[in-house]
């Protein structure tokens, strides 16, 4: 049988995307590759968000190209993911020998495009068409395939797309319209996961906040009238239908009622042998007090939040369509410290959105002071095509845009630096997940507040819950002291 290699660039949502693929081909028969060089099928899934992205998967895919077509003659070459989606046919016309287009939509289609092309009864492949359905098709893992051992932790993608359409962001282009999966189908989905020994559950989407708040796509409705029918335990409850179209067939949202994302998150909590939650990536504007509450109220969820503010300034923040004011963005921290201390805050930081002032960034800059993100991810804006950003006046000029950048990134480092230091002395319970990537001597595993944790552990830590005194930090890191571990 084929071998296949996929290499995955960008975000978690990515990373569980290729395994479901990788989970479908090794279903049909396929190994798993170690390499470029010696598979009969190379995917590179593909990241939109910059530039800078697309241009390293396309550098990739033609030294690939130019290496299998001296070394590995018939060997298959195809991009997933957004840019696929985004560029298309465009990217055959690029890179001839390309063999394979595959949408975000169409990762279930893999094998049977594979198959085809494989057997050389089609030349090339090209498949960006939306799928009614498609959110429902990421479920497959691969838990214990590979030289990594038993899994402790596992992503489930609950919901697909996102209907934020931030000015400056291509994702609702290259993920489409948000389509939510149902809370039956995922709790099962999770339970399987559970059973197999998977103790911590990261909940994706590319805005999990807004889960299952647009009418999904497929299921549930009747073919007479287009009436809503919500059957038994199908998870749906009966509000969960995107205003501004009322329907006269249900209630108005009560005020108080819990939004669809936290009664997933309790049907989640509610599986015994589950330990820990997390999810990503929210809106801030999605943290409402149901949530902030559900941290007070569900232990499994984690001390941990990711809340990418994007920007200080309210005047960049409204250029950007993000839907929240910074004092706004502030309340919601402080609530959220409020209902867990110690919660550890992470952040998305874009530096250099048209016409981004002196004045615009000395705001960003106070505000990572006043918050204290324990780290933040800092993005140069990048144009995308067919994004309202790209066609706004007072670009910023590349060396400003690397000026700022490296000044945020001296603030974001020191404070993160501090707040590392912090936990030196103290003990923190981890969860263990196995062997470090850089050194397989060290195990690793996370505080609930999302610290990596190194030690010099064993297998039979993995999957633990393990008290550790923290001794020293590097960057972004905590050690633990093997000496005292398990005190
Ligand atoms: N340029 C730079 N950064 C971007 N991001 C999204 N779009 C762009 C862009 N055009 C960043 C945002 C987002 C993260 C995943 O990528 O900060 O939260």
Do not use: W
Not at 232 to 238: I, S
Not at 331 to 360: C, N, W, Y
Request: hydrophobic share 35%.
């Amino acid at each position: 049988m084929p071998s296949v290699y996929i290499k995955t660039y960008g975000c978690q949502m990515n990373e569980r995307d290729s395994e479901a693929v990788a989970a479908q081909l090794v279903a049909k028969g396929y190994t798993l590759a170690a390499s470029e060089h010696v598979a009969d099928v190379v995917l590179l899934n593909t990241c939109s968000v910059r530039d800078n992205a697309e241009q390293t998967a396309l550098n990739k895919m033609s030294s690939v190209i130019g290496l299998g077509r001296k070394e590995r003659p018939g060997q298959i070459f195809g991009f997933m993911g957004c840019m696929a989606q985004s560029r298309g046919k465009e990217l055959v016309d690029r890179l001839p020998d390309l063999d394979l287009v595959l949408g975000t939509q169409k990762f279930h289609r893999a094998a049977e495009y594979l198959d085809e092309l494989l057997a050389g009864r089609r030349k090339h492949i090209v498949d960006t068409a939306a799928e009614t359905g498609s959110e429902g098709t990421i479920r497959e893992h691969l838990l214990n395939g590979s030289a990594k051992g038993k899994s402790v932790t596992a992503f489930v993608s609950i919901m697909q797309g996102c209907n934020q359409y931030c000015t400056f962001c291509i994702v609702p282009y290259t993920r489409g319209e948000e389509r939510s999966r149902s809370i039956e189908d995922i709790v099962t989905e999770c339970r399987k996961l559970v059973a197999q020994g998977v103790r911590e559950i990261t909940l994706l989407g590319q805005i999990v906040t807004s889960y299952g708040r647009r009418r999904p796509l497929t299921p549930f409705l009747s073919p007479s009238d287009g009436e809503r029918v919500s059957k038994p335990g199908e998870g749906f409850v009966q509000n969960l239908v995107a205003p501004p179209l009322p329907s006269p067939f249900l209630p108005p949202r009560k005020e108080k009622e819990e939004s669809p994302f936290v009664q997933l998150l309790e049907a989640v909590h509610a599986i015994d042998g589950l330990e820990r939650i997390r999810f990503t990536s929210p809106h801030p504007k999605g943290y409402g007090d149901d949530l902030v509450e559900a941290y007070a109220r569900l232990p499994k969820l984690v001390a941990s939040a990711h809340l990418p503010v994007q920007s200080g300034s309210d005047r960049v923040l409204k250029l950007m369509h993000r839907g929240y004011t910074r004092a706004r963005f502030l309340q919601i921290i402080h609530k959220l410290r409020a209902a867990r201390p110690g919660m550890g805050i992470t952040s998305d930081i874009v530096v250099g959105f048209p016409g981004e002032t002196e004045a615009d960034f000395e705001e960003t800059l106070s505000l990572c002071r006043e918050v204290e993100f324990d780290n933040a991810y800092l993005f140069k804006y990048s144009q995308r095509k067919d994004t309202p950003a790209a066609a706004m006046p007072d670009q910023i000029p590349e060396e400003l845009i690397e000026g700022r950048h490296a000044r945020l990134l001296e603030t974001v480092n020191a404070i993160g630096k501090r707040k590392y230091d912090a936990f030196i002395g103290q003990l923190v319970r981890i969860l263990v997940e196995g062997p470090s990537k850089k050194n397989s001597a060290r195990f690793t595993g996370r505080t609930p507040c999302n610290k990596i944790v190194l030690f010099d552990g064993s297998e039979r830590h993995r999957g633990q819950l393990l008290d550790v005194k923290i001794t020293r930090t590097g960057s972004f890191t905590l050690y633990g002291d093997p000496a005292i571990v398990g005190l």
